[in-house]
């Protein structure tokens, strides 16, 4: 699952956003896709964003961080008319969340760029999901993804989906869940989509639904990884603190794959990638492939 030559290792397909933590705190990089893509171009994969901001400030603290990082943004679009969608808290309780919507949901089905640009991972967020015109953007990437001489991979943010939209049902995911080859999720969004089932069950239950890869990661970090019908724990080191960036370690599993590891190794030194990670935001420079000694060389810099 290499890159042919001039292609990409990642194509990252999505929402692009500012987080904020308080009302007065400076903003982060935040949106699921601006996210992986941070984390896959510091882990020295060559990315791609597909994603749109607004023209405004936000907007371009946005661009400026990706472009620190050398994401290519030849995809990512300002938007006149529209803001950059701006999160509140979206790590806390959903009811301290709060998210003003802005230029992200309107990407197009027709924006996507052109099926000859190959990648060897196209990786899309599941927050594209929530509304048209996004969501028929994200499930074509999904499809397209073959066509790119690659596979297609999925972060399920099942918790933010039906936060934003209580009518939403377990359909919407489903036509995403059977287009991919690897999903991604944390153990919050396992409860949202099946209840109190444990992760076992709920690795089977998803790979019911379609991939043949799914990465469900606890809230101390440890991993439960299916691959087919196998099931591989892969335990956080108890030494480490949990994970202060929920996307760290989904990025770095899926960028391992797109460099043809096997996923059983990808998803334990996901971990040690995680776990290094001080901060939630975009990384200060890029890194080597996944760090031996986890000791804070990862520090997240503030737009």
Known sequence: MTPMSGGFD???????????????S??????????????????RARTALVAKVGADEAGRRVRDGLERLKVDLRWLRETPG??????????????GRRVERGADLALRLDELPPNFVRAALTVVSGYALSVEPARSA????????????????????????????????RRVLEPALAAVDSVALQAADAEVL???????????LLAGLGP????LAEPDGSVWLREGGRVHWCPAGQSEDAPRDRYAGPA?????????SAPRKAAADSIRYAQSVRRAGA?????????????????????
């Open 194 to 204: 099946f209840g109190s089932v444990d992760s076992r069950e709920a690795l089977r």
């Open 26 to 43: 400076p903003g982060i990089l935040g949106g699921g896709a601006a996210r992986l893509a941070a984390h896959a171009a510091a882990l």
């Open 82 to 95: 529209l803001r950059t969608t701006i999160w509140h808290q979206p790590d806390g309780e959903a009811q």
């Open 138 to 169: 994200a499930l074509g990437a999904l499809a397209g993804a073959h066509a790119r001489g690659g596979r297609s991979a999925l972060l399920l943010e099942a918790d933010l989906l039906w936060w934003t939209n209580a009518r939403m049902t």
């Open 212 to 215: 043949r890869l799914v990465y």
């Open 283 to 303: 990384p200060r420079q890029p890194q080597g492939p996944l760090p031996a000694a986890p000791k804070g060389r990862e520090e997240l810099s503030r737009l």
């Open 252 to 260: 770095a599993f899926w960028v391992a794959l797109a460099k043809r």
């Open 10 to 24: 990642w194509l990252a397909v999505g929402d692009a956003a500012e987080e904020r933590a308080a009302a007065s």
